[in-house]
């Protein structure tokens, strides 16, 4: 499991998520939602490693030790002068580092991992022509060869065509079958009625978390939009974790 317990997260000093405690249990599969600026990303990147808590505690069981983190399209440099291939093959890098090569196996693998995601062919081509979708079934190959137990996934489905969507939300439920604990940050709401079993839904706090139909009500979800009008850029800072 990946346990929350009353963890709070600032944002330049402001509170961005409050005093949130739950747990993502072991091969869930939950979407993350709420108005813009609710803490969504922010909530992730904490659960990446790539942000630590203002207080409070995030805890991993031995089987979430190793997590994957799959940033927004935006955040990601498409013009770098590298091909398919080798985008797809820094999954191994946790396997291989710096200075062991890719040897065949891992070279078949990664052949096979654009395959699945629908790009076989696609291996030299740089990936400054692609797409959108074209590009995020290219970071979602990569994210086969990393073989994490936990994968966070911020809006994945965001500028990329309805056909991508779909396969890539059929690879997403088969890692949910496979055990793995994916949670994803999205905003069509319908879609997540469809394909996420369990939601966070978050306005810096918790409105509700637990199975989708009884978190996605009309009620939740005009809490959530007021709480989030209700922010006040002038709130006290949060305290620094080495003052407490």
């Known amino acids: 499991m990946i346990a929350l317990r009353d963890l709070t997260v600032a944002y330049e000093g402001h509170p961005a998520v409050h005093h949130l405690s739950g747990v993502f249990e072991t091969g869930s599969l939950t979407a993350v939602v709420g108005p813009n600026g609710a803490g969504k990303s922010t909530l992730l ?23 994957t983190y799959l940033p927004q ?42 395959a699945t995601v629908g790009l076989a062919g696609f291996a030299q081509r740089p990936i400054a022509t692609l797409s959108a979708g074209q590009f995020q079934r290219v970071l979602f190959a990569r994210l086969i060869l990393q073989n994490a137990a936990a994968l966070l996934l911020d809006e994945p489905f965001t500028a990329i065509d309805a056909r991508t969507t779909r396969d ?6 088969a890692w949910h079958r496979d055990g793995r604990t994916v949670i994803a940050v999205l905003h069509d709401l319908e879609h997540v009625r469809r394909h996420f079993p369990q939601t966070l839904l978050l306005a810096r706090e918790c409105i509700d978390w637990g199975p989708t139909e ?5 009620a939740n979800l005009q809490r959530a939009t007021q709480m989030s009008q209700a922010w006040d850029p002038h709130a006290e800072f949060c305290a620094p974790v080495a003052a407490r």
């Open 214 to 218: 009884r978190v996605l009500t009309a």
């Open 168 to 173: 890539l939300t059929a690879l997403i439920e």
């Open 45 to 67: 990147r904490v659960l990446a490693g790539m942000a630590r808590p203002a207080a409070g505690r995030l805890e991993r069981s031995a089987a979430h030790e190793r997590i």
């Open 73 to 114: 399209l935006p955040e990601i440099d498409r013009f770098f002068p590298i091909s398919v291939l080798d985008t797809v093959l820094l999954g191994y890098w946790h396997a291989v580092g710096w200075f062991r090569g890719i040897d065949a196996h891992q070279r078949e693998q990664a052949l096979h991992a654009l």
